[in-house]
């Protein structure tokens, strides 16, 4: 078994800033890709921005510049730096790890979301 646990959402003024962190856990050999994804009210989960084990990241346009992914593999947790916060990025932001287990089988695994709302 292997979770993922997302913390650090909450509620910021447009202009402002939130760091996410996910940390995984469990039944781990080792995490390949980690990303963040993002589902607002009546829409599909889109892709925000994801990170190899290598540390290169990449982002989607809409947050290109503002956003900033990184990870930290000894602690098994990736973060999401987002800065100038605008009302469009409220959502449930959520991590996806590609996680290899001991075993030598791939998956992906979720967290549970943590929301995150822009508004002042």
């Known amino acids: 078994q292997v979770q993922l646990v997302e913390s650090g959402g909450g509620l910021v003024q447009p202009g402002g800033s939130l760091r996410l962190s996910c940390t995984a856990s469990?039944?781990?050999?080792?995490?390949?890709?980690m990303g963040w994804y993002r589902q607002a009210p009546g829409k599909q989960r889109e892709w925000v921005a994801d990170i190899s084990s290598g540390g290169s990241p990449n982002y989607a346009d809409a947050v290109k510049g503002r956003f900033t992914i990184s990870r930290d593999n000894a602690k098994n947790t990736v973060y999401l730096q987002m800065n100038s916060l605008k009302p469009e990025d409220t959502a449930v932001y959520y991590c996806?790890?590609?996680?290899?287990?001991?075993?030598?089988?791939?998956?992906?695994?979720w967290g549970q979301g943590t929301q995150v709302t822009v508004s002042s």
């Open positions: 996806k790890g590609v996680v290899t287990t001991p075993q030598v089988y791939e998956y992906d695994y």
């Open positions: 469990g039944s781990i050999f080792s995490i390949n890709a």
